[in-house]
């Protein structure tokens, strides 16, 4: 899902971080967890529910990420992407910029036949740290920020903005339209 160096991650010169989930649909599940374990603080990153089976909880063991998280998210944000966007807003790991996420919590399973033909189907779902479910709702942003039209990016500028102007401990929801 997400490519870090851990050494970028440490750096004392880096005072925040803009991770860009804008059209990112997902992916697989233990890979939204394990790049959640990077950046979520001590505790539950969400509880998948599969059809037939106990839910299990998938937890953070800590992490030593101390820097302003800012996420980027839109209505093309999905699945893995919303566990992990999920888990960082709600354990307070971070805040998340743009418009509304596309609300697919649901867990699929792949299986592949004796003559390879691949099939997916819907397996279980799951609910976020919080307990929340997402489905068709999605995630709403922390500062609602409309994309531009043409070359201009106002999310990623809204990001920046956060990051540089340190608006990151301001607990008010800000709404912000492209003109």
Request: hydrophobic fraction near 40%.
């Amino acid at each position: 899902m997400v490519e870090l160096h851990e050494n970028e991650l440490r750096d004392e010169r880096n005072t925040s971080m803009v991770l860009d989930l804008r059209g990112n649909f997902g992916g697989l599940l233990e890979a939204a967890i394990s790049t959640a374990e990077l950046f979520v603080p001590e505790g539950l990153i969400c509880t998948v529910h599969i059809d037939g089976l106990p839910p299990v909880e998938y937890r953070a063991p800590g992490t030593e990420y101390d820097k302003r998280l800012i996420v980027l998210v839109n209505a093309f944000t999905a699945s893995g992407a919303e566990i992990l966007a999920s888990a960082i807003k709600e354990s307070g790991g971070g805040i998340l910029v743009g418009t509304s996420t596309y609300g697919k919590a649901t867990v699929q399973r792949v299986r592949v036949d004796v003559d390879g033909n691949i099939s997916k189907d819907q397996a279980g779902y799951y609910l976020t740290r919080d307990g929340n479910d997402i489905s068709v709702v999605g995630l709403k942003p922390d500062i609602e920020v409309l994309s531009g039209d043409g070359d201009m990016d106002l999310q990623l500028e809204k990001a920046v903005e956060v990051a540089v102007n340190q608006l990151f401990d301001e607990p008010e929801v800000e709404s912000t339209e492209s003109e």
